[in-house]
């Protein structure tokens, strides 16, 4: 009977053991992409976009510029012959967060491709190859196409 009891003591310990592993395990991931979206929200220089694609089953529902410029004021300039700022066409109009402040400009789009853009451009010269890039996109043709309505 003793053999037995630690027979069956030996298997509720190892039960409960990788029980508190797992729990250990996923309270641990949790926390990381709690704290990953905190970082981001902490930087000062991540505007993220104002609106998502939901429409579309990307895993991220918005690209992402990656840009040495470091002011947001740069953005705050009129869009060609728009009442819109470069600012409100790259956030709203095309789905795209800012980040400012980069080693170099980069777009990354909702795959997760990423694709490199010109160094020390204007704002207004980057938005441009923006719009342009993200308009031979098959999701963003529609997107740069409704800019000139």
Do not use: P, W
């Amino acid at each position: 009977m003793t053999m037995g009891f630690k027979k069956y003591h030996v298997h509720i310990c190892t039960a409960l053991f990788l029980a508190m592993g797992c729990f250990s395990c996923a309270q641990s991931e949790n926390d990381n992409d709690k704290s990953m979206a905190v970082k981001i929200d902490e930087y000062s220089d991540f505007f993220d976009a104002l609106r998502l694609r939901s429409d579309l089953r990307f895993e991220i529902q918005k690209r992402v510029l990656f840009t040495t410029i470091n002011d947001i004021e740069a953005f705050r300039q009129i869009y060609k012959d728009t009442e819109m700022t470069l600012e409100y066409v790259i956030r709203d109009r095309l789905h795209t967060a800012i980040f400012l402040n980069q080693k170099k400009n980069t777009l990354q789009s909702m795959d997760g491709s990423d694709f490199g853009l010109y160094r020390n451009q204007s704002a207004s010269e980057l938005t441009d190859q923006v719009v342009s890039l993200i308009g031979g996109m098959y999701y963003g043709a529609d997107e740069v196409e409704a800019l000139g309505q």
